[in-house]
């Protein structure tokens, strides 16, 4: 049986997560400068970041709409038409209240409950807001289609006092302060998926109790640059730690070293993105037009005009056409497809 622990550190101090938990505690250091500059920006930040993760996070689950509808629902707060836009609409609301409201959520079963049951409001699904009450496994197929079980989370029947205990150990653990809450929280997040206490939305719903558990301890990074996004961009390292880490699990011998690592390097990006993001609107030692063209030459493939407006929020979409055009011009970067699929690459030698 699953044992949850939190405040034995299980051997997970390796040297590279010891390392991990280093960089970003020091990141966390510098953190209140940026928080203080700029806020007209840092709101932008924000909004761009809650689009990027609702659709992000769904995205991740085969779940996804237009770009269109996708800013109807995000932005406008739109009513949501499609069983997917429900999904989109539903993760949006819980995202705002963690968002706005992290710092007075309380890490209970029933709060979680209570999560489900708002990320299911507009499905009308019966299971919204209820433990499951079936078994179920993880699969997974292989390049012939074939399926094998991956992983068999715990029985309906043992979900309660799971997360009963789960809940109760993490917040000893906190409060003990002998494990370091960044190796706490991947734990929580990791047990919890593991644990797969609904009949869906387990993926979803460990992605908002990663967002809230790492500002309750003042991780803030990911309100400005989504983490769901970068976990879909490395989707299949997350799916291979989880995998990594899910041997033994069930009989209390777990290694939980792979995915904590993986989502300390996560969380390490995402701080990454928002310092470069941040440092140069304060140094202001680029110019507006050399940061749309630092976008393109470090964006890995295609990237659309859209994509680079939520990357520079600050910059105008004036401003950003007028640069495009001028290095299509310069023949720095090439424009593909047409519409809404119009996107471009560079082509200059890196």
Not at 75 to 96: N, Q
Not at 247 to 266: M, R, V
């Amino acid at each position: 049986m699953a044992r949850f622990d939190y405040g034995d550190p299980l051997n997970l101090l390796t040297p590279a997560i010891v390392k991990k938990v280093a960089t970003l505690r020091e990141y966390k250091g510098k953190q209140a400068l940026y928080l203080e500059a700029r806020p007209d920006v840092l709101e932008k930040l924000c909004t761009s970041a809650k689009i990027r993760s609702a659709d992000a996070s769904n995205r991740i689950e085969g779940i996804s709409t237009t770009d269109k509808r996708l800013k109807d629902l995000l932005v406008e707060k739109g009513e949501p038409v499609t069983r997917a836009e429900r999904d989109i609409a539903g993760y949006r609301d819980v995202l705002a209240l963690v968002h706005e409201s992290y710092e007075h959520i309380q890490i209970t079963p029933n709060v979680i409950l209570q999560m489900h049951a708002m990320l299911h409001r507009y499905s009308g699904y019966a299971f919204a807001g209820r433990w499951k009450d079936g078994d179920n496994t993880i699969v997974e197929r292989d390049a012939d289609g074939v399926e094998r079980v991956r992983f068999r989370p715990l029985p309906a029947v043992a979900v309660p006092g799971a997360m009963e205990e789960l809940c109760s150990s993490y917040a000893a653990g906190i409060a003990s302060e002998t494990v370091d809450p960044l190796i706490l929280v991947a734990r929580f997040v990791f047990d919890f998926v593991s644990i797969h206490p609904f009949t869906d939305g387990n993926g979803r719903m460990s992605r908002l109790l990663t967002l809230l558990l790492l500002y309750q301890n003042g991780y803030l990074a990911g309100k400005y640059v989504s983490i769901e996004d970068e976990i879909n961009r490395t989707r299949d390292s997350y799916y291979e730690a989880l995998a990594a880490s899910s041997e033994g699990w069930g009989d209390g011998e777990a290694d939980y070293a792979p995915f904590i690592s993986y989502l300390l390097g996560i969380e390490i990006a995402v701080y990454a993105d928002f310092e470069s993001r941040v440092s140069g609107l304060l140094g202001g030692s680029k110019s507006k037009a050399e940061r749309v063209e630092e976008c393109l030459e470090n964006s890995l493939g295609p990237i659309k005009k859209s994509d680079i407006v939520r990357e520079c929020p600050d910059i105008s979409v004036t401003t950003i056409e007028r640069v495009l055009k001028k290095l299509l011009d310069d023949g720095k970067i090439e424009k593909t497809g047409s519409g809404r699929s119009t996107a471009y690459v560079w082509c200059c030698s890196r």
